[in-house]
């Protein structure tokens, strides 16, 4: 199993860990700051870095099969350190940040439309949900709405709950076709303050003021049940 340093803090741009194997599919550390791909969230990038000051590339980063062991994928051709080797595992941290401020956007705009989430997606400073709703949604309203909500620069956080209680407090979830992950005899939940709590294993930025302005650039209808609306933030201090 993997050392999630993430989890605890999704600032961390960096780590030392121990190659524990290495193969063209994927490097295993002890440790690592990488997010593995999921939830809708896309694997981190970067690069390991070797004590000679060499360096392979990480073009994703994905769980292996038993979904506890981390697999950093190197790019095609890239020398593989040795097993044993001491390596510094180092993200794309302004890749990474992009996608913490979309993921929490996210997490807001499902506060914005209180509707069942069946599907959504995290890019770099962008993103879309899926919502089971008839209603006909105006796009200046919803971006006024979420526009309001990252204002407020609410603080973000998290704990941990057990699947016991999950399971006796359905309504958290909010995701009809992403289940929060288990198997460790816990889910972790994200809380954005007085606004928002639900499980999520993704990395967030720690204020929703971090987020910047958000255009709500389409509303697409997907079916008699379903819309899906698309985001873009501004760079924070754009002004746009």
């Known amino acids: 199993m993997t050392e999630t340093l993430f989890r605890d803090d999704a600032y961390r741009q960096e780590t030392p860990a121990t190659v524990v194997s290495a193969e063209a599919r994927g490097v295993v550390l002890d440790r690592t700051v990488f997010y593995p791909q999921g939830g809708g969230q896309p694997g981190d990038q970067g690069a390991l870095v070797l004590?000679?000051?060499?360096?392979?590339?990480?073009?994703?980063?994905?769980?292996?099969a038993d979904r506890k062991t981390i697999l950093h994928v190197p790019a095609e051709g890239a020398p593989l350190p040795a097993p044993g080797a001491t390596v510094t595992a180092r993200i794309d941290w302004e890749k990474r940040y992009r996608r913490m401020r979309a993921h929490t956007a996210l997490h807001l705009l499902s506060v914005a439309l209180p509707y069942p989430v069946t599907g959504g997606a995290v890019g770099d400073a962008e993103g879309r949900l899926d919502f089971d709703c008839e209603a006909t949604l105006d796009k200046a309203e919803v971006e006024r709405k979420l526009n309001d909500l990252i204002a407020l620069n609410?603080?973000?956080?998290?704990?941990?709950?057990?699947?016991?209680?999950?399971?006796?407090?359905?309504?958290?979830?909010?995701?009809?076709?992403?289940k929060p992950p288990r198997g460790a005899g816990k889910v972790r939940l994200v809380a954005?303050?007085?606004?928002d709590l639900q499980p999520c294993g993704g990395t967030h930025?720690?204020?929703?003021?971090?987020?910047?302005?958000?255009?709500v650039t389409q509303i697409e209808k997907k079916g008699r049940i379903n819309r899906r609306v698309r985001i873009v933030l501004s760079e924070p201090g754009s002004g746009s």
């Open 154 to 178: 609410a603080p973000v956080g998290f704990r941990w709950i057990s699947d016991e209680e999950l399971d006796a407090n359905p309504a958290l979830v909010k995701t009809m076709s992403v």
């Open 192 to 195: 954005i303050e007085s606004m």
């Open 205 to 215: 930025v720690a204020r929703t003021g971090e987020i910047g302005r958000a255009a």
């Open 51 to 64: 004590e000679g000051g060499a360096f392979v590339p990480i073009v994703n980063t994905v769980y292996d």
